[in-house]
T-cell receptor, first 114, second 110 residues
Framework: SAVISQKPSRDICQRGTSLTIQCQVD?????MFWYRQQPGQSLTLIAT?????????ESGFVIDKFPISRPNLTFSTLTVSNMSPEDSSIYLC???????????FGPGTRLTVT | LAKTTQPISMDSYEGQEVNITCSHN???????ITWYQQFPSQGPRFIIQ???TKVTNEVASLFIPADRKSSTLSLPRVSLSDTAVYYC???????????FGTGTRLLVSP
């Protein structure tokens, strides 16, 4: 299984500012995923990040709000831009496992916007 | 991706067997059924996956009837540490996007 770390683990930010979340994997992977989990809710996929190409965003998420970088096969960043209190969530990255439908998740970044 | 429906919550006591049923009426021929477990303040963790009949691993069993329109995750002799949210997902062998439903919040009491 892959070991995934995220930084920061949590942060409190003021509205209007931006936060960049880092995701580091201990092995090379082609695809990485970013999810959002709002308080008490399920996970929602934000985008898929492939190394060497633009990220693919899901409906309701745009690049201007959630720019993603994927500079190499073990690292990705997600930026939450121009934050508002509605962006308060846990943001998680994940990578595919060996089995279909299997993904390994990072511990998440808990973001609070005041 | 087929939509799944699960009970919102379940309660149990230590030592009991817990069965969580998931409905997926629109499951496609190539779809697999996958279950995840999520503890508070952690990312989801893959538990088990199956296509038909029964699958068992060291953590749980997964029962899938012949029509595959539902599945049941069985946790034998639960402990307090099994308190978590359990998600049922459906997708084909090539799928990578995970669509999480509301999940089932299991509370195990002493």
């Amino acid at each position: 299984s892959a070991v995934i770390s995220q930084k920061p683990s949590r942060d409190i930010c003021q509205r209007g500012t931006s936060l960049t979340i880092q995701c580091q994997v201990d092995s090379q992977v082609t695809m990485m995923f970013w999810y959002r989990q709002q308080p008490g809710q399920s996970l929602t996929l934000i985008a898929t990040a492939n190394q060497g190409s633009e990220a693919t965003y899901e409906s309701g998420f745009v690049i201007d709000k959630f720019p993603i970088s994927r500079p190499n096969l073990t690292f990705s960043t997600l930026t939450v831009s121009n934050m508002s209190p509605e962006d308060s969530s846990i943001y998680l990255c994940s990578v595919p496992g060996l089995r279909a439908g299997e993904q390994y998740f990072g511990p998440g970044t808990r973001l609070t916007v005041t | 991706l087929a939509k799944t429906t699960q009970p919102i919550s379940m309660d149990s006591y230590e030592g009991q067997e817990v069965n969580i049923t998931c409905s997926h009426n629109n499951i496609a021929t190539n779809d697999y059924i996958t279950w995840y477990q999520q503890f508070p303040s952690q990312g989801p963790r893959f538990i088990i996956q199956g296509y038909k009949t029964k699958v068992t691993n060291e953590v749980a069993s997964l029962f899938i009837p012949a029509d595959r329109k539902s599945s049941t995750l069985s946790l034998p002799r639960v402990s307090l540490s099994d308190t978590a949210v359990y998600y049922c997902l459906v997708g084909d062998t090539g799928f990578q996007k995970l669509v999480f439903g509301t999940g089932t919040r299991l509370l195990v009491s002493p």
